[in-house]
């Protein structure tokens, strides 16, 4: 599970298969107290992939600077970047995304039909059924 940030706004794409997949990315923040009793905070930036209609979901609610919350699980994907190296990225794929926040001014939810979608929600992508 993670809590963060949104650090950019998602991007909706569909596999040729036709099945949605969106990706953005998230800012969290590991906070520790040092040997002095100093509060300590250090970033950390992840790749998220969503998979179908919650991709769809993201695509309209997730926005930049909104703080979210996420289950899922880590996923490497590798692929040859030519002149023989090989090329690595660990991305989190999201089952479970909760909006947090503020409501707006009116006092409803920015998000006004749901709150949280479920991994029960969204099909398998294709390359993993």
Do not use: C
């Not at 790749?47 to 289950?71: C, D, H, M």
Request: proline share 5%.
């Amino acid at each position: 599970m993670l809590l963060g940030n949104i650090t950019r706004d998602p991007e909706l794409k569909s596999t040729t298969g036709g099945q949605s997949v969106a990706t953005f990315g998230l800012a969290t923040n590991r906070v520790w107290r040092d040997a002095d009793g100093e509060k300590r905070s250090l970033p950390e930036y992840h790749n998220i992939v969503v998979w179908g209609s919650l991709a769809e979901f993201t695509s309209q609610f997730v926005r930049k600077g909104k703080p979210l919350y996420i289950e899922g699980y880590l996923k490497t994907r590798s692929w040859d970047g030519g002149e023989g190296t090989k090329i690595f990225r660990t991305e989190v794929v999201a089952e479970n995304i909760i909006l947090l926040g503020p409501k707006d001014s009116d006092g409803e939810e920015e998000h006004p039909d749901v709150a949280d979608m479920h991994h029960h929600d969204i099909p398998l992508p294709d390359d993993e059924s």
